[in-house]
């Protein structure tokens, strides 16, 4: 078995000698179901044309050995439904249709290992994967289905959920998110997960615009859940180093597994960089700017280095973050870079301050992250901090803001 089946199944041939007690549920134990047959579900086959790029096709090719696994016994169980009331998503007339468009088969995540098909387990009925040619035949319609409708939408890892206090770390849903996460506290009982307080944080570099996010539960064992009824509606944007609620900040997950783990789905998730302050947004002040910000930028740090040194293209990611490139040429330009770190009601409280001093409010990745004592900055091998007179003179501008 590849690695693709092995997330839910790794546990599954220890239990392989339970199949006998499973047996209501699979025609092909109990002699019942044939293609053709008068059992409610379509056993009609096509293997002409059955490619990746033809999922109705790989799925016809397929449908009457499905069938007649996991329809049961004179269609009683995923045809039917009266066994035990099972899910019907084998029903006609259109079989095809039903088995793709039912909740899950083909995730909402867009990962084939999120499909309840492939990460069904025995129950009542056998899985998918003790008939290994069925199910391989059934992965790769899952697969194809996925392909055509889109790319696997981006999402975090499946982690185990604690009692108290969770993150989530963000960073690896795109490049440059160094610091993104999601933090969260949790209650659970039973199968019922309460989740509150739900914060998330954008790195300094970039912004974040979201959409649409929702649950997946992987189970310790049984078929993965996608929960989009107790997802999140809408949009969020979030500013560069901001942290705010996430959407409502709660959510109460009832398909719960204490033992399993949850991973969070997103329609969107897309790093937005903050060119500047916004369009038509310029600096109010831009005589202060010049006067008393631009000579700040240009201050040296120790051994010849200067915050121009570095965002003015010295260093690729501090010209992305902040674009200093222009302060000569057009100052105006340069300015309209700077607003989106600063807080005009606020000037302690600005990115502009808080990170190349080490406050609390900083990007603690930042290189320069001191305030000098009283020694100079200019002589070579003093460690890079930041001259009282930067503080200073961006205050000075950012008041007359």
């Not at 499973?22 to 059992?39: F, Y």
């Not at 867009?110 to 994967?129: R, Y």
Request: hydrophobic share 40%.
């Amino acid at each position: 078995m590849d690695s693709f089946a092995s997330r839910s199944f790794a546990a599954l041939f220890g239990i392989v000698a339970a199949l006998g007690a499973a047996a209501a549920c699979s025609s092909k134990s109990s002699g019942g179901v044939t293609a053709g047959g008068t059992d409610g579900g379509d056993g009609s086959t096509s293997d002409v044309g059955a490619t990746p790029t033809d999922p109705p096709g790989m799925f016809h090719a397929l449908q009457a050995e499905l069938v007649a696994t996991c329809g049961g016994a004179g269609g009683q169980c995923h045809v039917n439904g009266t066994f035990l009331s099972a899910p019907k998503w084998l029903a006609g007339p259109d079989v095809y249709a039903t088995c793709r468009d039912y909740p899950g088969n083909i995730p909402a995540s867009n990962d084939p290992l999120d499909s309840k098909l492939v990460t069904q387990v025995v129950h009542e009925g056998p899985a998918l994967i003790t008939t290994p040619d069925l199910f391989d035949r059934v992965r790769a319609w899952v697969v194809a289905e996925v392909a055509a409708r889109g790319a696997k939408l981006p999402a975090t890892d499946a982690i185990p959920v604690k009692t108290g206090s969770n993150t989530y770390d963000l960073s690896a849903l795109a490049g440059g998110l160094t610091g993104a996460k999601l933090t969260f506290d949790a209650t659970s009982s039973g199968k019922i997960l309460t989740i509150q307080n739900m914060m998330i944080t954008a790195p300094f570099a970039k912004g974040l615009h979201i959409e649409g996010p929702f649950y997946v539960i992987v189970p310790a064992s049984g078929p993965t859940i996608t929960d989009t009824t107790d997802g999140f509606a809408g949009t969020l944007d979030v500013s560069s180093g901001e942290t705010k609620s996430f959407f409502e900040g709660t959510s109460v997950l009832t398909k719960w597994d204490p033992a399993g783990k949850l991973k969070i789905v997103f329609a969107r998730f897309d790093p937005v960089f903050p060119d500047d302050a916004g369009p038509g947004v310029s600096c109010a002040n831009l005589g202060a700017f010049t006067a008393s910000a631009v000579p700040a930028f240009k201050l040296d740090l120790g051994s010849g280095n200067t915050c121009q040194t570095c965002h003015a293209g010295g260093n690729a990611s501090a010209k992305s973050a902040m674009d200093l490139s222009l302060l000569d040429s057009a100052p105006a330009s340069a300015c309209q870079q700077v607003l989106h770190r600063i807080l005009g009601k606020n000037p302690t409280g600005s990115q502009l301050i808080q990170t190349p001093t080490g406050a609390a409010g900083g990007d603690p990745s930042h290189p320069v992250k001191t305030v000098c004592p009283t020694q100079t900055t200019t002589d070579a091998g003093v460690q890079l901090c930041t001259p009282q007179a930067f503080v200073d003179g961006v205050t000075t501008w950012i008041n007359a803001e």
